[in-house]
């Protein structure tokens, strides 16, 4: 990863990119002996605030939600860290959850119920980690093994190869699918379910690349091909959007608006300070991430469990871990000269990403911002980092390629940045976006 | 068409200090409501996934009529709630009523509460349960009845308030409710 110079940080701040006046406070310097900001040691030194201080927790939640009015904020204001009511009060649910492997999946794919190994213990075994390792590598096993709802969706498709493979159920060299797990559900059912892996990993030359979105996993067309077979009605509109979603996007707010958004890559989130496309929540701590993914992980269970707090911080700190693939090619000097000029008063921070900015400014489709789930008026600055992999582009995923994206003729709206420059400048910084 | 609210409430029975009241034996927390359809209860299902069928689709069916297979089936999503009982070990609990507000007090109808179960921990599921207090508190959930307004478009984004009435010892306690938050979940709940 290359870090920009501070003068081109300066710079974004004194431009006004994004809304600067919402940004998150920068916190005081440490003192000496204290550890920087969003190092290891600072990550670490935050655990128990998570863990085991309700107080901590819900101011942390109160201070994360940029718009305490959105539909997504109101319901964890109502439920989240009230400690003598609400989702505090919620069974603490360790499943027995197994990967769907080679060797299960023939069943599956016969259309059996899925079984769970005699005496499978639960994905945690109690011992809180220690070092920063350590966590990381219980935040994997959540990452692939923590359900987040069974999905009969999935246990459909298993039975059908070529609709799995045309809806983006992609299987590792060794027959592993990344993203589905076999586990006990709290009812006592044993289902096929998914995981964060789902969306946010997808299978390369047989390989895992972890964090990378999974922009062939088509969601919607899965869901209208279950309702056609089995004959179940879903109303004309919402059959439209689901239609419309393609690979890759989905509708995933509270409301009913229309406003699908492009399954992210998850690089850099260490240096984002804003969470989601519409910046919903306001990342000036770790809290504030193992928040959003502890209450992801209760709502999607219809609130009936919640998961133990060691595991959605561990998942933090290993999302905080992922790195994007990395390419040899050394930036041009051409096209890094035109970045600095015309991007990185946005695309600001170490991640080449950045704060916010408001949907009116931005001119992309302004549905999501201003939507009633998630929306707080603005979108938040993405990483660049593995654009090359990005396509496609924007929130909602309207831009084929990084080409489209700068063109002076592009039909989606909005991002205007660079599609001012002639055709050779755009290439070059194309060029030296693709090595990011 | 999986239509489903979240609903969350907290209530506290409270006793009343009027004359000589009745000891409470146990408290009552509702931790969470859940809107969604009416499965008949959540039994464990023995049934395999449908497998893949590529024949024409079947006439469509009514709107929230019984589920033309398994697969569908194992699609519903049931509504239901959640509280927390802490009490004297062997006092007898029971829901004897659950009624749905709209923002303006208005009574939208009362849900049916049936097939209780209690969190166990060792096994990590609800399991059925004979609405005993335990030694210890439990989390305890009930099947609820599909409320009749779920499947209306213009009825989500709303704020309800859920009312419990539960027979402690065979005494109702009152109860305090508070506002809830009502949202939908997406299509991908993430």
């Keep these: 990863m290359r870090a920009l110079p501070a003068v081109a940080l300066a710079a974004a701040i004194a431009c006004g990119c994004g809304d600067t006046t919402t940004a998150p406070q920068l916190a005081p310097k440490p003192t000496p002996g204290e550890a920087a900001q969003w190092s290891d040691a600072w990550l670490l030194a935050q655990t128990s605030s998570y863990v085991s201080d309700a107080a901590a927790r819900r101011a942390a939640l109160e201070s994360s939600l940029a718009n305490p009015a959105n539909m997504y904020s109101r319901i964890r204001l109502a439920s989240y860290g009230l400690e003598s009511r609400g989702w505090d009060l919620l069974p603490v649910w360790n499943p027995r959850s197994i990967p769907v492997t080679a060797e299960l999946l023939p069943a599956l794919e016969r259309g059996e119920s899925p079984t769970l190994p005699a005496g499978q213990p639960p994905l945690w075994n109690g011992v809180t980690p220690s070092t920063m390792p350590e966590w990381i590598a219980l935040g994997r096993r959540v990452f692939f093994e923590y359900p987040m709802r069974a999905e009969v969706f999935m246990e459909y498709a298993l039975t059908d190869s070529e609709l799995a493979a045309a809806v983006g159920i992609q299987r590792t060299r060794d027959g592993a699918l990344p993203g589905l797990v076999v586990f006990a559900n709290v009812d006592g059912e044993t289902r096929v379910g998914i995981t964060c892996a789902i969306c946010h990993s997808t299978v390369k030359n047989g390989e895992v690349v972890v964090g990378q979105a999974r922009r062939a996993f088509d969601y919607g067309r899965l869901r209208l091909t279950f309702d056609r077979v089995h004959g179940t009605v879903r109303s004309a509109e919402e059959a439209k959007r689901m239609a419309s979603w393609g690979p890759g996007r989905a509708d995933v707010t509270e409301d009913d608006d229309e406003d699908p958004v492009a399954i992210p890559d998850l690089w850099g989130l260490r240096h984002q300070r804003w969470l989601t496309q519409a910046g919903t929540i306001r990342h000036d701590s770790p809290l504030a991430l193992a928040i959003r993914q502890e209450t992801q992980l209760t709502d999607s269970n219809h609130a009936r469990v919640r998961p133990p707090r060691e595991l959605a911080w561990a998942l933090a700190m290993f999302v905080y871990s992922l790195s994007p693939p990395t390419t040899d090619a050394a930036p041009p000097a051409q096209g890094e000269a035109l970045f600095r000029e015309h991007c990185a008063r946005c695309h600001a921070n170490a991640a080449y990403g950045g704060n916010t900015i408001a949907a009116a400014t931005i001119g992309t489709d302004p549905a999501l911002a201003t939507g009633r789930g998630r929306g707080t008026g603005k979108y938040r600055v993405p990483t660049l980092l593995d654009v090359r992999d990005g396509a496609p582009y924007l929130h909602d995923g309207s831009v084929g390629s990084l080409a489209e994206l700068l063109s002076p003729t592009r039909a989606a709206p909005g991002h205007r940045a660079g599609t001012q420059l002639v055709q050779d400048d755009r290439d070059a910084l194309i060029a030296f976006l693709e090595t990011l | ?190």
Aim: overall charge neutral; hydrophobic content about 35%.
């Design chain 2, 1 to 190: 068409m999986m239509k489903h609210l979240i609903v969350i409430l907290a209530l506290s029975a409270v006793s009343c200090d009027k004359g000589t009241p009745p000891r409470a034996k146990a408290t009552v927390t509702l931790t969470s409501v859940s809107f969604a359809d009416d499965c008949g209860g959540t039994p464990p299902s023995d049934a395999p996934p449908s497998p893949a069928r590529r024949e024409a689709p079947a006439a469509a069916a009514k709107e929230r009529a019984e589920p033309l297979d398994e697969g569908a089936r194992r699609r519903c999503e049931q509504t239901s709630m959640q509280l927390v009982v802490v009490g004297d070990a062997g006092t007898e609990l029971h829901i004897k009523s659950v009624e749905v507000f709209d923002a303006d007090g208005k009574s939208l109808g009362k849900l049916s509460a049936s097939k209780p179960t209690r969190w166990n921990e060792t096994n990590a599921a609800y399991e059925p349960w004979d609405e005993k207090v335990g030694a210890a508190s439990s989390a305890v959930s009930y099947v609820l009845s599909q409320p009749s307004f779920v499947d209306q478009w213009d009825a989500r984004d709303r704020t309800y308030t859920v009312k419990v009435i539960a027979s402690v010892a065979g005494v109702d306690q009152p109860l305090k409710t508070t506002v809830l938050v009502v949202g939908r979940p997406p299509p991908v709940p993430t």
